[in-house]
């Protein structure tokens, strides 16, 4: 068994983490920790009662060492970065759900997060967690940067027909929406009940964090110059991401033909499903699949995907990396 502790066990990833842990057939939780909280883990989150007998606690790296062999940290942004190097250099693997280390670039990260990076130096060395694009790297690191659930969402919808060169890699409108659990457990009074329920509307147009990671990575990945703009959207619903993305074709294809591009090109992922139905949120809701589909629409290739914003866009992505950094069945715990 991996001995797994979770670093900020309060929020919804942290929740949905355990719920896949407690199902996985070689992972054992030994440590939850908070920087404020004490309580029983089942006090905090109670569906978990009568799966961990744990309660919260502030470790440190080296008490964490002692328990466990990998951490996933579910810190915000910034607090990651000032936690993530102690773990490491005491021999921890970490997966991180944070931004804090999937842009490269220190500069970039500072301008879109606000924020001097602290430990610029392992930008270059941090593995980006998306399995279907960076499987064979992921199984040799000791620090996971696991994906945004916007970005896995428009990166795999894409990759594919990019990386064929079957559409122009600039001018690509990605039009996303999420449910309320993409903005966390905190309460913010944009999320409250009477402010979202029953309403719907675009947020950060122009300058939404997501939108450089997308780039990099299709960038990155494919070897072209991927420019996007990229607009989200707040639903009222607890979970899913739903994106609609509109590009240009490089070449006359069919509809059908680009479906099984797709298909050819997710043919060892598990967790992707290419449809000939339109996807809708509720297909993938609570599961670790990703669904997407493509049409045809006048001179413009339209991709709808969805999945479940805080599985695999979230955790249990963390749990296919946790898998691959450790040669267990990618799909353990997930299916």
């Not at 894409?158 to 966390?184: C, F, H, N, R, Y």
């Not at 607890?238 to 069919?254: N, Q």
Request: with cysteine.
């Amino acid at each position: 068994m991996t001995r797994v502790a979770i670093l900020g066990g309060t929020g919804y990833t942290a929740l949905e983490l355990l719920k896949i842990l407690a199902r996985h057939s070689s992972a054992k939780v030994t440590a939850i920790t908070s920087r404020t909280e004490t309580s029983p883990i089942r006090e905090i989150h109670p569906s978990l009662a009568g799966r961990f007998d744990l309660s919260l606690e502030n470790l440190s790296p080296q008490q964490l060492k002692e328990r466990a062999d990998v951490v996933f940290c579910c810190l915000p942004h910034v607090a990651s970065m000032e936690a993530v190097p102690g773990h490491l250099e005491v021999g921890l693997k970490v997966i991180d759900l944070s931004a804090d280390y999937r842009l490269k670039d220190p500069e970039v990260y500072a301008k879109w997060y606000g924020h001097a990076h602290t430990d610029a130096g392992r930008l270059s060395s941090a593995v980006y967690g998306l399995p279907e694009l960076y499987r064979d790297r992921i199984r040799g690191t000791n620090l996971i940067a696991n994906p945004g659930c916007y970005t896995s969402t428009s990166i795999l919808a894409l990759a594919p027909l990019i990386q064929q060169g079957l559409v122009e890699p600039t001018g690509i409108i990605i039009d996303a929406k999420s449910g309320v659990s993409g903005a966390g457990r905190t309460p913010k009074q944009n999320i409250l009940f009477a402010e979202c329920n029953e309403s719907f509307g675009a947020y950060s147009v122009g300058n939404h964090r997501h939108q450089p990671e997308i780039e990099q990575i299709l960038s990155e990945s494919s070897g072209r110059n991927v420019d996007v703009i990229f607009t989200p959207h707040l639903t009222p619903m607890d979970r899913g991401i739903e994106a609609t993305i509109y590009a240009v074709p490089k070449a006359k294809a069919t509809q059908q033909e680009l479906l099984e591009v797709c298909r050819a090109f997710y043919q060892e992922s598990p967790f992707v499903r290419v449809v000939d139905r339109i996807p809708t949120t509720k297909d993938s809701a609570y599961t670790n699949f990703f669904d997407m589909t493509i049409r045809i629409v006048k001179d413009r290739v339209v991709i709808l995907a969805c999945l479940d914003n805080l599985i695999k866009g979230a955790s249990g992505v963390a749990i296919q990396n946790f898998n691959l950094m450790y040669g267990y069945p990618e799909t353990d715990g997930l299916l």
